[in-house]
């Protein structure tokens, strides 16, 4: 009896009086929003929307908790001061079956209470490059976009293509395409970084097994308002469009090179038909590769702070074996095995990225004391 009590009231007195402060902030944002110059200020009012989002799902855990711990209390009171044996057997039922609820609650709540990488969910842009293994590593670099845009779907995420270049015996060495929906980013972020492949090529007449691999770089889509490029820093190229799309595509000036001056940045899109619409998808990729510039840093201040930082910005990191004779997949950074190699190239890999935020969020919670 005495042990409950203890534990609500040292719950109470850390939790759930954090819990309270943010529910005053809660309703202070409420109001924000909906005051008119807020809303004409659309970075401060994107921000905010934001912010409000995150603060609900924390304040519907806030009332889950209160309410466990109300019942729990009640419960055990009753439990001390009734004489009737079946109401006192009601209150230990309501005991067995609201305490085990309450730890799990709890650290839900400490990990929502945990501030997130605020660019989790914004839509992502992702890049596939073939390196070492020649021919091989360009088929792989395919293989990988067709795992992606297979796992994407099965999301109900949109992936449109912006550039890539073709490997001479198939797949690309080079393919970057955009990916939208819920939380893109904070899902994909763990795939960055150089993925091994060690399988018998295609083009190999010996059947001797060949090592080779593919780089993937993810990147946090910079919106409009995240960073202002000026008009004059950019120059703009334009091209006949090659691959695939037809004579229309190759013999059509509609492909587009932007180049930043100031800081060397080349993007390029040849995936529409139309000029404008090619500029377009251009201009989001240049404004993400700007920002994460300063992104980068963040993300290496945070992985020079972590032991197991999942989603490190060091890219040049091997962080996954694809092993085709032995049907394994090993994920080097948390030591995740699994032999289920055609599923997994095939889009299934929800399991590997469950694991590896699991680690993370490990992580987030020892950093943050709570």
Request: glycine fraction near 6%; aromatic fraction near 8%; proline fraction near 3%.
């Amino acid at each position: 009896m005495h042990r409950n009590n203890f534990y609500i009231k040292i719950v109470e007195n850390n939790l759930l009086n954090r819990l309270d402060g943010l529910s005053s902030k809660f309703d202070e944002i409420s109001t924000l929003i909906t005051d008119p110059a807020i809303i004409a200020d659309t970075k401060r009012f994107v921000k905010l929307n934001k912010e409000y989002a995150d603060l609900e799902k924390i304040i519907k855990k806030r009332d889950e908790y209160s309410l466990l711990l109300k019942n729990l209390q009640e419960a055990t009171d009753l439990l001390a001061t009734e004489k009737d044996e079946e109401l006192r057997e009601m209150a230990r039922q309501e005991i067995d079956a609201v305490t085990p609820r309450i730890e799990p609650l709890e650290e839900e709540i400490k990990l929502l209470l945990v501030p997130a990488d605020p660019q989790d969910g914004k839509n992502a842009i992702v890049e596939i490059r073939g390196g070492t293994g020649g021919d091989e590593a360009a088929i792989f670099a395919g293989d990988l976009f067709k795992m992606y845009a297979r796992y994407c779907e099965s999301r109900g995420w949109k992936t449109e293509v912006t550039s890539f270049t073709e490997g001479t015996m198939g797949g690309y060495k080079e393919i970057i395409f955009s990916v939208s929906g819920d939380n893109v980013y904070g899902t994909l972020k763990y795939e960055s970084g150089v993925h091994r492949v060690q399988r018998v090529p295609a083009t190999e007449s010996q059947g001797r097994v060949h090592t080779s691999a593919a780089t993937v770089a993810v990147l946090p889509e910079a919106e409009e308002f995240d960073i202002e490029i000026k008009e004059s820093d950019i120059r703009t190229d334009i091209f006949c469009a090659s691959g695939h799309g037809g004579q229309s595509v190759n013999t059509t000036y509609s492909a587009i090179r932007l180049v930043h001056i100031p800081t060397g940045i080349t993007v390029q899109c040849q995936d529409e038909k139309s000029q404008l619409k090619n500029k377009a998808k251009a201009m989001t990729e240049l404004r993400t590769r700007i920002y994460n510039i300063e992104y980068q840093k963040y993300i290496d201040d945070i992985a020079s702070k972590r032991k197991t930082m999942v989603s490190s910005g060091d890219r040049s990191a091997k962080i996954r074996t694809y092993n085709y004779p032995q049907g394994r997949i090993t994920d080097h950074r948390i030591n995740y095995t699994a032999y289920n190699l055609p599923a997994f190239v095939g889009g299934d890999i929800q399991e590997c990225i469950d694991q590896l935020t699991i680690a993370e969020n490990a992580e987030r919670l020892k950093d943050s004391k709570l």
